[in-house]
């Protein structure tokens, strides 16, 4: 016996919308093929003293997550394994995302490697960068009476 199903086209204008979403949102690798790349949401705010970040990794050992500071700029690097595999002909949907990832944020100017303290606590790591203390201007005395002045006086009255 047959089955009649209405055709809807708003549902399958909305399943072609979620493919095309999935689509540019993969990045194509030097196959042609669409890349499981993933950024991973953060959260930046100011304390006092530092400037904390906080980067949601679920599921990757801290041995997967590097961080490096150079010329400004701290950079997040981490990789998550695919968990699951589909069996043979049984039906599977993955929607975590999986593979490398790296992020790039900027720093204050003047962060050394000393200034920055990173922890990694139930999937969230928490990068603290200290920030630099800022020059502050300084107040320069005119000399009365200094040898300098004597001489710029002394050959104005020269000329």
């Known amino acids: 016996m047959a089955t009649l199903v209405r055709w809807e086209p708003f549902r399958e204008l909305a399943a072609l919308q979620s493919e095309m979403s999935r689509f540019m949102n993969g990045l194509v690798d030097g196959n042609g093929r669409a890349a499981q ?39 997040v690097t981490a990789e998550r394994e695919a968990a699951h595999t589909a069996e043979e002909g049984r039906f599977a949907r993955f929607e975590r995302r999986f593979g490398t990832f790296s992020r790039t944020i900027g ?53």
Do not use: M
């Not at 705010?45 to 150079?70: H, M, N």
């Open 37 to 75: 790349s993933w950024i991973p949401t953060a959260d930046v705010w100011e304390t006092e003293k530092d400037v904390v970040y906080a980067f949601d990794l679920p599921g990757i050992p801290e041995d997967k997550i590097s961080i490096e500071l150079d010329d400004g700029s701290l950079t």
């Open 107 to 159: 720093v204050p100017q003047g962060v050394t490697e000393a200034d920055v303290k990173a922890s990694y606590e139930q999937g969230v790591l928490t990068v603290s960068v200290a920030k630099p203390e800022q020059p502050k201007p300084r107040k320069i005395q005119i000399g009365v009476g200094s040898s300098e002045q004597k001489t710029i006086e002394g050959t104005a009255s020269r000329s």
